[in-house]
């Protein structure tokens, strides 16, 4: 059974740092676009980054110059850096990837930005 299993939140202060990891089990991420969403609190699910299988990296404009999304193929795993953090940035994140038209969610992982 393919599994996602995102790990890393917790919780920082206002213009802190946080490093979300997504590991994956019976799917080799390499192959696969990997995407970050969340979900912040009053909001819809909303994309945040996206690592291509030829690499590319792509982030939505609320964390462009914040945020880096990279991979560690050797571990299969997919990571989201953040900086600068913002209190808006609070909520759970999720990993989500594609393999032969099936879509795989992690089950999320939640952070806290305080002042």
């Known amino acids: 059974q393919v599994q996602l299993v995102e790990s890393g939140g917790g919780s920082v202060q206002v213009g802190g740092s946080l490093r979300l990891s997504c590991t994956a089990s019976r799917i080799v991420l390499s192959t696969n676009g990997v995407m970050w969403y969340r979900q912040t609190p009053g909001k819809e699910r909303e994309w945040v980054a996206v690592?291509?299988?030829?690499?590319?990296?792509n982030y939505a404009d609320s964390v462009k110059g914040r945020f880096n999304v990279y991979r560690d193929n050797e571990k299969n795993t997919v990571y989201l850096e953040m900086n600068s953090l913002k209190s808006e940035d609070t909520g759970i994140y999720y990993c989500?990837?594609?393999?032969?038209?099936?879509?795989?969610w992690g089950q999320g992982t939640q952070f806290t930005v305080s002042s």
């Open positions: 989500h990837t594609t393999n032969r038209s099936r879509d795989y």
């Open positions: 690592v291509a299988s030829g690499g590319a990296r």
